[in-house]
Nanobody, 122 residues
Framework: QVQLVESGGGSVQAGGSLRLSCQAS????????MGWYRQGPGKQRELVAD???????NYVASVQGRFTISRDNANNTVYLQMNMLRPDDTGVYYC????????????????WGQGTQVTVSS
C-alpha cells in the first residue's frame, strides 16, 4: 500500500511564502512523476506544477517565477516553495505521485495526498 502525506499549509498575507512537503511511503518499487494540484473555492482542481523523476519541471503560467517544485528521490519527497503568494493562490493543495508499487511489475498507479489548506489574505 502506498500513502502520500502532505505538510506545510497555512495562512499568510499576500506577498508571503509557504513551503509544502509531500512524502510517499509504503511498498514502493519506484516513484515516477510527482506534482502538486490545487482546488480554489468554486473552482476545478488544476495542476500547479509537476516534476519528472529526472527533475524536468512544468508549471502553470500563473505561478511561473513565484513557485519552485523540487524533489528528493532518496526520500520519495516532493516540495513546493511558494513565494510572492497572492489571494488567488488560496485553495486546497494536493500532492500527486505516479508510483510503481512493489510486486506490480511495471504497472504505475496514481496516488493522492489528503490535501493541505493554503489561505492567502490581502
Amino acid at each position: 500500500q502506498v500513502q502520500l502525506v502532505e505538510s506545510g499549509g497555512g495562512s499568510v498575507q499576500a506577498g508571503g511564502s509557504l513551503r509544502l512537503s509531500c512524502q510517499a511511503s509504503g511498498t514502493i518499487f519506484r516513484v515516477n512523476a510527482m506534482g502538486w494540484y490545487r482546488q480554489g473555492p468554486g473552482k476545478q482542481r488544476e495542476l500547479v506544477a509537476d516534476i519528472a523523476s529526472g527533475s524536468t519541471t512544468n508549471y502553470v503560467a500563473s505561478v511561473q517565477g513565484r513557485f519552485t517544485i523540487s524533489r528528493d528521490n532518496a526520500n520519495n519527497t516532493v516540495y513546493l516553495q511558494m513565494n510572492m503568494l497572492r489571494p488567488d493562490d488560496t485553495g486546497v493543495y494536493y500532492c500527486n505521485a505516479e508510483v510503481i508499487p512493489t510486486g506490480w511489475g511495471l504497472t504505475a498507479m496514481h496516488y493522492w495526498g489528503q490535501g493541505t489548506q493554503v489561505t492567502v489574505s490581502s
